[in-house]
């Protein structure tokens, strides 16, 4: 059995360098390990959202955003079927605006400050097992790292794989998928927006929207996700909508004369915080592999940094109380549930009641004519306000229930 650690961190993605940086800055002994060399690629939109950019900015990297072949964005444009809303993004400590970054530099630098923080990493290393003792507790793990098993112990582990599939007890079903590719020279308008497009062909069956997101080095990052409802309803894979995506008139218009950088690249997601388990004995789940996800825009790099820096906090309570039980543990998925129950969940009941998002095509419209209401949908996509804030605006709300009934009784 190698080395004891305070905490064993599984995977270093966003969610866990964020746990192993601020749980090392709390003074625990920390080992994070993830299977992959670094710097590895990691299928994104590559997009933080203005609250990601700030959860970003506190791990000491806010200079570093304002790197200039980084996208930065102030603006939001979506179109639909029918309608084309434009807003400002919220503000952060950096000004009212988020940013583009390949993910292979994102999640580099954040393990770069976990490491700085005094966490040991290895790469190339799986984890395989949680190891327990005869009462059940966890007293660490094991991996494999190509050499043979090697056993770490620990009394507690933070999960951070992903959609991985460490500890399968823990893990919520996938219920999206997207795939994204890099195009140098896309000729669109607006290269400060970041531009959604909820095409009629994604939102017949289910949910889904397109993206195009302009990094600052002359390249975008074009992708498209869709509800496995979607797939299931339809019977057509991820690259068939990802390839008639690109069809679109607007999209053959800005791609004329783009060239591809490399393949397209797809990968699953896990959102709404729906059917998770976040925390048992000795064990805590971040970022996707607690389902992290927002449901209505498919972010979750923010969500991930976020609830690392919880599960650290009460990594460091339960070594402050020497009591990792699941009965303590419970505060870190409470505290989590509180910060971002509302957003998640409301989200992922919108998603999953309404037959499909063309359906709400009158309230797009009715946004599209309302300020205040485009802005709360706007925020309902960055995580800055619950789907229901929409509520708070009855004209705009109103107007598209009478639509969205007159529609029903046409058809
Ligand atoms: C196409 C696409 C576009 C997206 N666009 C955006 C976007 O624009 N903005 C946004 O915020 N979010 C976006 N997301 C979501 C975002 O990518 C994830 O939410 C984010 O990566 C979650 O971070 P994480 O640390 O939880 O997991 P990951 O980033 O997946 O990291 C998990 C790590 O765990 C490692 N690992 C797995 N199993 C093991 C094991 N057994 N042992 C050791 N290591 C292991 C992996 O190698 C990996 O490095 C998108 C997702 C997809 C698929």
Known sequence: MGEGYDLVVVGAGPGGSSTAYYASRAGLKTLLLDRQEFPRDKPCGDGLMPHAAGEVAMMGLG???????????????????????????????????????????????????????????????????????????????????????????????????????????MKAHQNAVARRQYFRGVDGPDRDHIHVFMTRDMNASGAGYGWVFYLGDGTANVGAGISTRSLAKTGRNLKDFYARFLEEPVMAQWLRNAEPEGPAKSWSLKMGMWGARR??????????????????????????????????????????RRDFSAATLSGYAR????????????????????????????????????????????????????????????????RALRDIAGNRQRA
């Open 335 to 398: 505290q989590l549930l509180r910060h971002r129950g509302r957003e998640h969940l409301s989200g992922q009941a919108l998603v999953n009641l309404v037959p499909n998002m063309e359906l709400l095509e009158p309230l797009f419209k009715a946004c599209e004519k309302d300020g205040g209401a485009s802005r709360a949908l706007v925020e309902s996509f960055t995580g800055d306000a619950p789907v229901y804030s929409l509520l708070k605006h009855p004209r705009a709300f109103g």
């Open 279 to 320: 925390h048992e004995q000795g064990v805590m789940t971040v970022g996707d592999a607690a389902s992290l996800i927002h449901p209505i825009s498919g972010e979750g790099v923010g969500y991930a940094i976020e609830s690392g820096r919880l599960a650290a906090a009460w990594a460091h309570e339960a070594h402050r």
């Open 63 to 169: 200079d570093w955003l304002e790197e200039p072949h980084h996208g930065r964005f102030t603006g939001f444009s979506i179109r639909t079927a029918t309608a084309s809303i434009r807003q400002g993004v919220p503000p952060t400590l950096h000004g009212p605006q988020g940013y583009v970054i390949r993910r292979d530099e994102t999640d580099a630098k954040l393990l770069e400050r976990a490491r700085s923080a005094g966490a040991e990493f290895r790469s190339r290393t799986r984890a395989t097992k949680l190891l327990r003792s005869s009462s059940g507790a966890v007293t660490g793990l094991m991996a494999e790292n190509g050499g043979g098993p090697e056993g770490f112990t620990a009394p507690l582990v933070v999960v951070a794989d992903g959609v991985g599939g460490f500890e399968g007890g």
